[in-house]
């Protein structure tokens, strides 16, 4: 098969001894995908919600059934038959994108002879722009494909049989718009999904785990757990760690199971329980001050970068904001303050005022409040510090604090993949192309069974429009993937919540190590995955 | 052999898996070290400068020649004599310190039965206030021990036969100053220093490395490596990476060798040739205004955490804002304007913002302006996006430069120390135990022809007096060991020199992956250590 198209430009990167270990190995396939398998139909699908009118939004995918790969005699397939494909990566980076498309390559030049596989580069605008290469490092971009018929006329140009779209809840959405626009006007290009987000809040039942996830919790613990070894060994600071997931808090959660933190602040159960920031700081004083006296002056506390987003009164805090600094003046003299509302008033006097600067200072270009630049660790390290500074002055507490601050961020999503995510991108991609190959469309590539070894995982495709809902947006329905939040009767979060407080005035601090890739520990997932597995068998 | 003392208490930490099997692991000796062996002495030595002023300062070592392991059919100490050693970690974290412990522990075990090891804990601070426990974890702290006496008494109280300092350049400094004061009192307790410390500055002909450099600059390296990933996918966005160092470069300077970012800024460099900070500014403008032309509009930047006190107009102006902040009053009307010299106000009308109010706002204890507190990093952000704006408004930058902050400190000073760390300072640690058994003082555990495998290295003691000069403070000649700059002319300097242009404008990134411990990677050690080896044979 040939990787063809416009020359990409080279990837000029310099390769570093393990990155060209790693590139030479031959990764593990499911047993299924060794040999001839056939593509098995399961029952008519619904929708995660409303599926009137999901069923409305996509009259020509609706209702169908996902799809799984058995063994067979004989291959769906004829193996004769060449494909031409396009991939492209869509939304935040992640690590194992291109083990997705070395599946998919090798699938094609396995089972579809003659293939070609072109890579939109720069993400969905190169499918917009027609910027497409070889198989090269093609980048990923933010773009979102509103106008499918820019899309149309790539792929009818290229002549695709079919697109791989390796990306998000909303990359996916759209991966099934254009896959029910494609089928409505009888185009042959078909359209399949692949699972990728680090936030790990893209799962179902038959997606058990975004791909990426396992990598940057992975490396967000050896960040951590190194930060503990030395908090404790210096024993005078509290590092305040941010971790990413603006939406939701698997991240922090899955890294507080790996490390054991003193603290660890979950969204999810902020919201749920309706804690006030004022709320959240005194849980982290309480903390500190039970610590002290048992001698402990230091430790290491998570937070999830989303923090704010789950708290309501600072939402509406920022909401009166936007609409003062768009209407009035902010005068030194402090005039405006009559306008918020007497408890967004309260909370903005209780922020540092740093952080009142920002708010009042710093706009995006429609000249709102960028909740994004908050850095909410600082924040809180601020915030927690004049909490004890009052507790000192009322003696019930005695000690120094000392607060250091860390994001980690960009640091864990290019991470070179974990074994676990190595292999399941590569099955993930390799069942896209079966999936193509036997003429699906409208699914996301399913892998399962992921607590057995790779050569026993379940393979195949499930319906996209099963995982949707509809949001009401300028009046009209848009479908959605709901994003998976952390669950509170989750078993990751039990566990957590059973083990926090022995955590937080104790010392039961655990160092992963940096992540292996030979070895006793490197073929070891993660604890979110084995938790929700074993919950569902 | 015992571990005795107080009971320290438990270490309740989690211990990870990787942990684990890193604990269970054997590591190999130098050939010279598994069989009897003699110590042999070197001719008298000097000093690193002012001979006769160290003379002075240590009259019972100075001169001491260095000692040289060889092998031997007997061994120099009775193996039936039985030890009593304690040991200290001294000053900042280090990845290896149990490692040397370990090789002491082993050697006592081995060679010396009967000995009891005795850890003192939270640093020299322990020895001083006699807080010791068992072989356990046993931390480390920053205190100096200033007053020998308190020192004299805990070793006559444990009836020390020898003191193991594992330290920087001050502690072992005032290792050194023990070793004499213990002598000169006839004491019987002897003193061995061990190279540490992650900055990499401690070194010398007979002491090519100090541990905890090779692991530390591996994590940030590993972290630098996704950023680059990241940036190169992303394609939007200027990563500025502060790295540990305030004195010394090494750790970015390796940190480049290992990844090759776009731009990395040495502090030894800008202080050879003055340059200002406009100067820093304007050249990593240029870059990236030519990385503009090429269509990259992202990048990597590394600078050392010192890189403000490489500069002299800045302080310069530090001292004179600290005159002036001693005696006026900082009004709002900037009266306090007109004290300081026309140099020093044009670059403080220069800085930043916020810069410009850390300066002003934030004081040390003694009123001092917080230099330390400096984000370099953000601060270069602010400086250059004022810089490209002015060259946008003069039509010569059109793109849009966004930045984002990275300070890499103290996630790598306690990671699992690397395979080479590991082997360094078991080795360090076992020939610590030889060289007090043979009844060594005022020495620094050595290990030398480190480019060998393990079974080649070298090993001895070199005369801590002979890597000594003084300076003068408070009248006074204070015995010093001169922190190890980068050298311009030195081979991982002209390594860099000869490819960071190339680095610059073209992307030759490279991505070294997390620390592996099992593999064809685990044991390569840093190109400092190999540059400087190479470049010395």
């Known amino acids: 098969m040939v990787a063809n198209g416009t020359p990409a430009p080279r990837f000029a990167s310099g390769c570093s001894e393990l990155q060209a270990s790693r590139l030479q190995l031959s990764l593990p396939l499911p047993d299924v995908l060794k040999h001839s398998f056939q593509v098995v139909d399961g029952p008519p699908s619904s929708s995660a919600g409303n599926p009137d009118e999901i069923a409305k939004l996509f009259p020509n995918l609706f209702g169908q059934p996902s799809a799984l790969l058995v063994p067979s005699d004989t291959s769906a397939a004829a193996s004769d038959q060449s494909l031409k494909i396009g991939v492209v990566l869509s939304g935040g980076q992640a690590p194992g994108g291109h083990n997705v498309i070395s599946g998919l390559f090798d699938y094609l030049e396995e089972r579809a002879q003659g293939s070609t596989l072109y890579g939109f580069r720069g993400g969905p605008a190169g499918i917009m722009n027609s910027k497409y ?4 490092m093609i980048c990923s971009g933010r773009d979102k494909i509103e106008t499918p018929e820019h899309a149309e006329e790539t792929v009818n140009m290229l002549d695709l049989d079919g697109l791989v779209v390796i990306g998000g809840d909303d990359s996916n959405t759209n991966a099934c718009l254009l896959a029910e626009n494609f089928r409505e006007k009888k185009m042959k290009t078909r359209v399949i999904g692949c699972p990728k987000t680090i936030d790990g809040d893209l799962k179902c039942k038959e997606v058990p785990t975004s791909f990426g996830f396992d990598t940057a919790c992975k490396i967000y613990s050896e960040m951590i757990g190194n930060v503990m070894v030395d908090a404790r060994s210096t024993g005078k600071y509290y590092h305040f760690v941010r971790l990413m997931g603006r939406a939701a808090s698997h991240i922090t959660l899955e890294c507080s199971l790996q490390t054991h933190p003193n603290i660890t602040i979950i969204g999810e159960e902020v919201a749920a329980t309706k804690q006030t920031l004022k709320n959240v700081t005194d849980y982290i004083a309480d903390v500190i001050c039970k610590r002290a006296e048992r001698g402990y002056n230091y430790g290491v506390i998570l937070v999830p970068e989303g923090l704010i987003d789950f708290i309501p009164e600072i939402q509406q805090l920022i909401s009166e904001l936007n609409e003062i600094l768009a209407n009035d003046v902010v005068d030194g003299d402090g005039m405006w303050k009559k306008k918020p509302g007497s408890q967004s008033l309260q909370i903005f006097e209780l922020l540092p005022q740093a952080i009142q600067a920002q708010l009042l200072l710093e706009r995006d270009p429609h000249g709102n409040v960028q909740v994004a630049k908050i850095e909410t660790e600082k924040m809180l390290i601020e915030m927690v510090e004049t909490e004890l500074e009052f507790r000192r002055k009322q003696g019930v507490y005695k000690n120094d604090f000392r607060g250091r ?8 999503r290019c991470g070179l993949p974990s074994n676990f995510d190595a292999n399941y991108c590569y099955a993930l991609g390799y069942a896209a192309g079966a999936l193509l190959h036997s003429g699906k469309t409208g699914l996301i590539s399913s892998v ?8 026993k995982w379940a393979v195949g495709g499930t319906a996209l429009t099963s ?19 952390v669950e509170l009767e989750g078993a990751p979060f039990k566990k957590f919540a059973s083990m926090r407080e022995e955590w ?3 010392n039961h601090y655990c160092n992963p190590g940096p992540l292996q890739f030979q070895g006793p520990t490197s073929n070891v997932t993660n604890h979110t995955l084995m938790l929700e597995l074993d919950a569902g068998a």
């Not at 290469?133 to 090269?136: C, L, N, R, Y």
């Not at 601050?405 to 864990?412: A, M, Q, T």
């Open 133 to 136: 290469g070889g198989f090269d």
């Open 405 to 412: 601050s860390h994001f980690l961020g960009y640091e864990g």
């Open 448 to 455: 399962g069974n992921l607590t057995a070894p790779v050569e």
């Open 467 to 485: 995982l949707m809902d509809v949001e009401r947006r300028h009046g009209k329905f848009k479908p959605v993937i709901k994003k998976a939040m």
């Open 504 to 506: 937080a005035l104790n």
